[in-house]
């Protein structure tokens, strides 16, 4: 039997509802959600739109860094970066992989780089000057504590981070990175983070404290969406 032909066959076959079984830390301990593909297609469509505001377009190239469990969001990024037709590879976040993210660096020139890790950074610092490196980048898109290295030597990063099992990214306008208002609910007190799931998840997720410090921002931000934004002390 041809590729194809067992590809086609596969198409047929029922699939179940579940598509992740999310895993995240939480203030009370580390808490699990299921995730379906209805919702993991929403994510990837809410990404999709994120993505495609900072320029992203067909023929371009990017350089990923994620971790396997790191799924539930890893694979909505994916997805949106298939949608809107740029090239990627895909280097582990973990620092021990750091000369996978160079060598994509290397060949892929990418006009985007996402998901870069202060483990990353410090992995590649050891060879190479990390301003030098990204400064060049069209966009930068790094997780908290990357954030104040990236900036540190002039590179204008915007935040990327899981806020629980919900995705938080940041626009360029660089003013608190977006949660999706349509399935999340975030919220703070006493400057930490709360979030719950909205109606249309699968898993019900009350009001859980997360253990990460910042602030929450309502109102039109200047890039036009009314999603919340989560200004991230470890980012700042």
């Known amino acids: 039997?041809?590729?194809?032909?067992?590809?086609?066959?596969?198409?047929?076959?029922?699939?179940?509802?579940?598509?992740?079984?999310?895993?995240?830390?939480?203030?009370?301990?580390?808490?699990?959600?299921?995730?379906?593909?209805?919702?993991?297609?929403?994510?990837?469509?809410?990404?999709?739109?994120?993505?495609?505001?900072?320029?992203?377009?067909?023929?371009?190239?990017?350089?990923?860094?994620?971790?396997?469990?790191?799924?539930?969001?890893?694979?909505?990024?994916?997805?949106?970066?298939?949608?809107?037709?740029?090239?990627?590879?895909?280097?582990?976040?973990?620092?021990?992989?750091?000369?996978?993210t160079a060598v994509f660096h290397r060949e892929l020139d990418p006009q985007v780089v996402i998901g870069l890790s202060a483990e990353t950074l410090e992995g590649l610092a050891g060879s190479a000057d990390i301003g030098e490196m990204f400064r060049p980048v069209s966009v930068v898109m790094a997780r908290p504590a990357a954030i104040p290295v990236l900036r540190g030597v002039g590179v204008s990063a915007c935040l990327i981070s899981a806020v629980g099992p919900a995705l938080a990214l940041e626009c360029p306008e660089r003013t608190g990175a977006h949660v999706n208002a349509a399935e999340w609910r975030v919220d703070e007190r006493d400057g930490q983070l709360f979030l719950a799931a909205g109606e249309q998840r699968t898993s019900a997720l009350p009001e859980t404290p997360l253990g990460i410090a910042g602030r929450v921002v309502t109102g039109r931000c200047g890039c036009g969406s009314e999603d919340p934004r989560v200004l991230l002390a470890e980012a700042n």
């Open 1 to 100: 039997m041809a590729r194809a032909d067992t590809l086609a066959r596969a198409r047929e076959l029922d699939r179940p509802e579940l598509a992740y079984l999310m895993r995240f830390p939480t203030a009370d301990g580390v808490k699990d959600m299921e995730l379906t593909w209805a919702e993991l297609a929403r994510d990837t469509a809410w990404a999709t739109e994120g993505l495609r505001g900072h320029g992203l377009a067909a023929g371009q190239r990017a350089v990923l860094t994620t971790s396997g469990f790191e799924g539930f969001w890893g694979q909505a990024v994916i997805g949106a970066l298939r949608t809107l037709k740029v090239t990627y590879g895909i280097a582990e976040a973990m620092g021990w992989d750091h000369r996978r």
